[in-house]
């Protein structure tokens, strides 16, 4: 195949074939538990007899090309023709090796998306099987809900395009990779994958939010589905896993009850890695993020709102992008207001959020901008939020205050995730996040195209992460700013000793005890007349404590002491269990830090109680009483006796006052300070 016009046309007839192919497959109705074997074969056969043919022809072409260049050399003119043209067919083997790579490594790409109809009608098409998919069989066999689930569907679907805010653009090569490889598994399409020593994992995802995230208030007929497991995270684990026909994804729902973006920060800084990677982490703290508590934490900082939430929704963001880099970050916004009521006010959050997501490049799905029209239409309703007048449906009634929506609003955003997905799935199929450069061929080399048209092409992107975009930030200096940051993006754990099982949902207590003795174990001097215990007080959550009554006249309290290296370490964090009842007022715990000499360098008092004027409210006092507060020491300016760094700190923890004290988790890290010098609520 000698003629450059002869392989020309049998570049076009492959590419057509496949291109018919998967036009063929994207119109066929695709049960979800089967899949399309003839028509693969066809494709499979079609495609690549067509690149191994290209591939043979082209490895001749290009032996053909060397040995007369060989021959050509004394011929300058012949010799700077033939570079040229062996040049580019060396760019196009690459590009057949990356196809043939692509066919006989990947069928289940292909596979893939022919289970991913590509036009946006096969929503439509396939509505029946996402209602029959969002059953869950174990809580609900009878499919009570199915006309509740319907009737989300039905309401959704219309405005399924209003909550898309735009793709992430961070690490979805890696994403794509992994959901190829369990999809290929779970779906036994490859035969290889029945023999697989180890099976590839479900895609993970970790959300972080508040209480509208965990499910309060998201209630149904149905008594045996509680409302962690009626919530949107739970919803989606079961459509998508019944979807795909197994495990494809695992959903960690880190929601806590108050906790905003800081809160969130400071779970993700501080918590151990997990065992397995996170893949996806989705920021639902637009509730949290504007309401009363997050605004009096913008006044203690003397910020406004807006100020305070650009503040605390950018240090989540940098928090995912340095210490989990592999991750898609993905953002929920789904507050519509109540506590906060003056909808331009309103409209700065989203603002922010969307600012930020353009700059750092993460996605954003907004079931506000899919529901608000109606929402604002009829603020009586009470199907997509919460609430807001108890007492009857007339308009005189004084709206009160809620910001927990039912199950309507949890079923409609499942739906809206799915077809986030389903549309992130439909542009990577159609090639909108693959590497141009594969496919476009030049008539000039790559020194020529250095200086073509005078224009100077952009140098490859910084690494790390892009400035922190302030009202500061000027376009002259972004790039001497990024191309110089010296903020590292953590590749191992930031932190040497992490213990926050005390402040984690849903474990096995049975076994937390003892594996945290065995992690305190190294660093642990002396309990003194501390208890590692499981008390009512913080939850029922193992903790170390300390009560009046551990101690007497003939054994004074003893503290509680450990020593840890000090090597890199800035921040000691330390959860505690605060209540704000009365009888736990004065509650306090003095934390010492000494150096290798046992000379005090830092000392500092932790509130064991907080006042509330609504003490007297039993159900708020209640739920406060298992709240969690952040506080952090700052150990990165200690040094030793000798002005020289202190090698290993020690560690005290004394009670001083009050009836008890308890704190839940504890954490050294390589990182500043998250709340900069203020306690940090972190929910119930």
Known sequence: MKNPRILFVVLVAAGYAGYLCLQYASIRYIEPTTLLKQDEKWCNKSSTVSDATTFKALEDELERLTSELAMAKTKAETEKRLSKELETKVQDLERAKLSGSITSNSKSFNALCQRIPSSPKAWIDNINVTLGASQDRQQDPSYILRDLNARALEFITPRLSRAMEGFPHHNLDKLLSKTRARFE???????????????????????????????????????????????????????????????????????????????????????????????????????????????????????????????????????????????????????????????????????????????????????????????????????????????????????????????????????????????????????????????????????????????????????????????????????????????????????????????????????????????FAPFLRSAGTWQFTQSDFGQGRFGWAHYESFANATTPPQPLTFEVPSAGIRTMAVFVAQNIDPSWKDSKARVTVKDDLQKIVHTQTIDGYRFSSKTRKRAIRAAMAKSVVLTEVDLSGIVGSSSQPSKNFTVEFQHVSGNGFKFMAMALCRFPSIAAGFPLWIGN
């Open 185 to 519: 598994y779970l779906t036994n399409y490859n035969a290889t994958a029945e023999n697989a020593t180890i099976p590839p994992p479900p895609i993970r995802i970790y959300v972080s939010g508040g209480s509208v995230a965990h499910g309060q208030n998201c209630v149904t007929s149905v008594r045996s589905i509680t409302a962690d497991r009626c919530s949107w995270p739970w919803r989606l684990r079961v459509l998508v896993n019944n979807l795909v026909g197994g495990d494809m994804i695992e959903i960690v729902n880190g929601a806590r009850g108050g906790a905003n973006s800081q809160a969130g920060r400071a779970l993700l800084a501080y918590a151990p890695p997990p065992q397995q990677p996170i893949d996806i982490i989705i920021n639902a703290h637009s509730v949290n993020d504007q309401i009363t508590f997050t605004r009096d934490q913008a006044a203690a900082r003397n910020l406004s709102l807006s100020a305070y939430t650009l503040d605390m929704t950018q240090n989540f963001t940098r928090q995912v992008m340095t210490h989990h880099p592999d991750a898609v970050l993905l953002w929920l916004e789904d507050y519509l207001g109540n506590e906060a009521r003056n909808l331009l006010e309103l409209q700065e959050y989203a603002q922010t959020i969307h600012t930020l997501s353009k700059y750092y490049g993460f996605g954003v799905l907004s079931y506000t901008d899919a529901v608000r029209d109606v929402v604002y239409g009829d603020t009586h309703e009470t199907a997509l939020t919460p609430v807001w007048y108890q007492d009857s449906p007339d308009s005189n009634d004084t709206m009160v205050r809620e910001v927990h929506p039912g199950v309507m609003m949890h079923a409609s955003v499942t739906y809206l995730w799915l077809h986030y997905g389903w549309n992130l799935l439909r542009e990577a199929c159609a090639g909108g996040f693959t590497n141009a450069s594969s496919s476009i061929r030049y008539n000039t080399t790559r020194a020529e195209q250095a200086t073509l048209h005078g224009v100077q092409w952009p140098r490859p992107l910084p690494k790390g992460l892009p400035p922190r975009l302030t009202t500061s930030l000027r376009l002259e200096d972004i790039s001497d700013l990024w191309r110089n940051s010296t903020e590292e993006i953590m590749s191992d754990s930031p932190c040497p000793f992490q213990w926050t099982a005390g402040i984690q949902k849903y474990l096995d207590l049975e076994s937390l005890e003892e594996d945290s003795k065995q992690q």
